[in-house]
């Protein structure tokens, strides 16, 4: 049902707030399941959320039997009846695209629907397709689809990426575990999910080194197994929180949140004036004095993550002086900032950079979510807001967090998630860019 959330900022919070598993990684993780040819795949902390839904989606309608239960799902991927996905999937969500390299590799032939571009930027796929066609593999694009073939085995190359994508990273890799010879991935993404993909691919039997590095080398093998295996904790996720702490000068622990996957958060924060402790649970943070404003560029890991950009900004706005954002991974990721100037906020964007002028007192709006992040970040501006606020676009923050509404309310917000109305219904249908509205290669 269609909904929206209501927030009356001002509230101290307080207490523990668990950690799910990793979006980013559990969605890399179960198409990588349809790699394992023999026995069955047990992935562990799997998120869920309407984004873990739907690639476990992409998968049945492969042929692959999932079966989803408690944050752990089991996969067969014994059978596979057909290597085409879908429009009515892809177009969901772009991550299904990630099924391309392990369907290439182990049958030889995929069908997928091109993935559009999306309120945050165009998002081209054009270094998947590079490392692919390296490896021998012929591309063909028609009627929306991108169809890759190759005859016999895929075989080992060296591909440099031109930028350091994570999905390209990602798709390359799993697409040489079952080529024929050695491939290197040179700029490759440094991720922390590149990693727990890595160890899970390696769990079924690949050899990869060098994961976490920009360079990976994939030593091809004759067939992958199924695995068992434990996504890591979402440190985006586990950001938000920290930031939620930070906004409304509170005290939090963050249960599970791993300080070697934030370190740039930590680091800004900290610049900030936030305390953080670090623990081997997860992380304290609390803020007991004012803030003070800092500048933040956005870069691939170990950098600022582009995924922490909106959030961080809606700290900005109430910390003292001027910050300056610059997002330098996806060209329109600003899309928070009309929004939140709905809330009384004072940011000038220009191209790429967004100067916040933090101190103005904010409050409460009716605003809708462009985009997952600026999703939350509009919930975070909230709690900090006077008065209220009434947040829509909520099919993008369930994307990718689970239970915000209730973490938060156990936490001491005042937060609720109610139904839309019949008349906010229609103007939600006209409101913000959905999804996938460009497809593009370049
Ligand atoms: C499901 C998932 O893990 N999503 C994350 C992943 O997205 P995703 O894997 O799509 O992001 P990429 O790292 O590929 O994109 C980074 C930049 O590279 C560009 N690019 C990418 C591929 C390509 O072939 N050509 C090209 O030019 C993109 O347009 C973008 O400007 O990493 C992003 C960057 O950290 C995060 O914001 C997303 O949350
Ligand atoms: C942009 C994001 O996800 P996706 O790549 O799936 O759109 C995100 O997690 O912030």
Redesign the pocket.
Known sequence: MMSKIIVRGGKKLSGRVRIHGA???V??IIAASILGSEGESVIHDAPPLD?VNVINQVLESLGIEVEYKDESIRVNAKHVRTCEASYELVRK???SF?VMGPLLTRMGHARISLPG?CA???????????GFEAMGANIELGQGYIEARVSGKLKGAKIY??????????NIMMAATLAEGTTLIENA?K?P?IVDLANYLNAMGAKIRGAGTGLIRIDGVEWLTGAVHTVIPDR?EAGTYMIAAAITRSDLFIEGAIADHLRPVISKMQEMGVQINEDENGLRVYADRPLRAVDVK?L??PGF???MQSQMMALLLVAEGTGIVTET???N?FMHVEQMANMNAQIKVDGRTAVVSGGNRLRGAKVCASD??AGAALILAALAAEGDTEITGLHHIDR?YVDITEKLAQLGADIQRVPLEVIELEEEETALPLFAVQPSL?
Request: glycine residues 8%; hydrophobic residues 40%.
């Open positions: 979006k980013n990684a969605l890399p984004d969500m772009r991550a990630l571009g945050i930027g165009t998002r081209p796929i054009d270094q998947h397709l590079k990426l031109d930028v350091a994508s994570v999905g390209a990273t990602e993404a991720e999910e985006i956005t691939p890991y993550p582009t995924d991974v996806f060209e990721r997952l992040r990718g370049a």
